[in-house]
Every structure is written in C-alpha cells, then in structure tokens.
C-alpha cells in the first residue's frame, strides 16, 4: 500500500515535471518565433529604408544643391535699366532655378535682424550693396558649369562680387557617389546580420524536433522531406515581419511625401513599389536560406550527438 502510495505521488510529480518542461519548451519556441519576425522586421525595415534612399537619393541630392545660393553684388553706381536688363537675362537663363532681388534697404534691415543691433546708426550709411539672391538648377551645380555661369555674370561691369559657398558645392558632388556606396555596403551587413539572427533563433525550434528528425531519418525520410515542414513555417514568419515592415515603410513614406512636399517622394510609384516588393522577396528568401542551414546541421548529426 505504501510503495502505490509513494509511486503515485512520484507519478504525479514526474507529469508535472513533464508538463512544467513542456511549457517552458512552448514559451522558449513563441519566444523565438517572436525573435524571427522581429528580426525580419527590423533588418527588412532598414533595408528598405535605405533602399528608398538610394532610388531617391537624386532627388534629395538635387533638392539639397538647388538650396545653395549664389549672391551676385552689384555696385551703387549700376542703374535701375542695369538692373532690370539683369532681372530679365536670368528669367531666361537656362542655368537658373529661382532668384530673388535684394535691395541694400532689404539687406541691412535682415543683417540687423540677425545681429539685434541697428549698424547703420553706427556707420552713418548703410554700406551694403543691391544683389540677387540665385538658386541654379541642381544639374549645373557643378565647378565646370558654376564657373561658366560666373564667367558670364562677370562680364556685365556693374558686378562687384559673386559669393557662394565653393567648399560646399564640392562636397555635395564629391560625396554622393561615396554615400551611395556605402549604403550598399550596409545593405549588405544587415543582409548578413538578418541570415545569422534568424539562423540562432530557428535552431532552438529545430532543436526541439532533433529526435522526431532523426527518427524520420531512420524509417527512410528524405532531407527535402524533413525540411521542408521547418521552411515553410520559416517563410511564413518572414512574410509577416516583411508585411509589418512594408507597412511601416508606407509609414515613413507619408510622413516624409507630408512634412517635405518638395522632394515628391511619392512621384515614382514604380520605383517605389518594386523596393516594396523586393522587401517581401528578401524576406522570404532570408528566412527561406537560414532555415535551409539550420536544419542541415540537425539533419547531419549522429544518433549519439542528439543527447
């Protein structure tokens, strides 16, 4: 009577043991199925970031060039008729985007915005002089095409100066192609940081099924065979971290084409759309290549290796 009492109490026990390890294994595997998509999620949501940077990187470059100004001076001899001639060469110039003129009246009230003090009251006269303001169209922001564009404002003997920020000018060309670069570069480590991540967080819930993949292995199952359970439930995790991170690119997409409407980020929907796509594809092939080397490494053990 005793050892039925005891085996019954050691019974119970063992069950509960079992099924406390039980659930500890299901919350470790919804952990790291929570893990995958998160993953997926965070590396498709950069790449896809940076992706719509690259196809839109000339517009931001283009908008970022148009903004640098070109200050053209003129003397306080050069007539109102000099002025106007020059207010209509630069309608029609095809180097120009935009222009503003600025009288030294104008000038001198902005400079003593800026510095909170009246200089004219200290310099008796306003020293500025009349200028015009000029913002070239982002495909003549080039040294080349500055300089000719110089060259020919100089002629006109009223000029006193033309000042623009030339160091900037060059940085702006010099380092596009640069940055462009290493945007694909950094695709590429997340690409690689994604497959690991995934590859970790795929191996516990392979882990779990070693014994039920060897046993399928021992009654003639193919490798394809095992595998292919574990890929698709793989894919169907990188799915919805791919869809959760178009829908925050759609996001970002809005917020930006709202708060810039200048760039008009949504102008090339085709491009648009195929980065979109392309991060659903990369999702599914992320997971679909990390899945496929996770379970190889089960797939090659030994009986003796499982334990």
């Known amino acids: 009577m005793f050892k039925e009492i005891l085996y019954y109490f050691y019974g119970?026990?063992?069950n509960s043991m079992a099924s406390s390890f039980e659930k500890f294994q299901k919350r470790r595997l919804i952990s790291s199925y929570f893990s995958v998509v998160l993953s997926v999620f965070l590396v498709l949501f950069l790449l896809g970031i940076l992706g719509l940077?690259?196809?839109n990187s000339k517009k931001l470059s283009d908008d970022f060039k148009e903004e640098i100004a070109m200050s053209v001076y003129f003397k306080n001899e050069a007539s109102d008729s000099i002025i106007n001639a020059f207010d209509t060469e630069m309608k029609?110039?095809?180097?120009?985007?935009?222009y503003d003129y600025v009288t030294k009246d104008e000038a001198a009230k902005q400079h003593t915005d800026i510095i909170g003090e009246d200089f004219m009251a200290f310099l008796g006269e306003n020293p500025l002089e009349n200028s015009f303001d000029i913002h070239l169209k982002a495909d003549y922001i080039v040294t080349d095409s500055i300089k000719q564009f110089e060259t020919k404002i100089l002629e006109n003997p009223m000029v006193s100066d033309i000042v623009y920020d030339k160091v900037l000018v060059n940085l702006v060309n010099d380092n596009?192609?640069?940055i462009t670069f290493w945007i694909l570069i950094a695709s590429g480590f997340l690409a690689l940081v994604a497959v690991l991540l995934i590859n970790s967080s795929m191996r516990l819930s392979i882990y779990s099924n070693r014994f039920i993949i060897k046993t399928m292995q021992m009654v003639g199952a193919t490798k394809s065979?095992?595998?292919k359970p574990f890929i698709w439930r793989s894919i169907k995790l990188g799915v919805i971290g791919s869809v959760l991170a178009i829908i925050?690119?759609?996001g970002v997409l809005y917020y930006v084409d709202t708060n810039f409407p200048n760039l008009n980020i949504l102008e090339d929907q085709l491009m648009i759309g195929a980065v979109?796509?392309?991060?659903l594809l990369v999702g599914i092939l992320i997971t679909w290549f990390s899945t496929f080397f996770a379970t190889q490494r089960f797939l090659n053990l030994r009986t003796d290796?499982?334990?």
């Open 12 to 14: 119970i026990k063992l």
């Open 92 to 98: 029609t110039s095809k180097f120009v985007k935009s």
């Open 225 to 227: 065979f095992i595998r």
């Open 248 to 250: 925050a690119l759609m």
């Open 305 to 307: 290796d499982l334990y």
């Open 176 to 178: 596009i192609q640069k």
């Open 53 to 55: 940077f690259v196809i």
């Open 276 to 279: 979109l796509v392309g991060v």
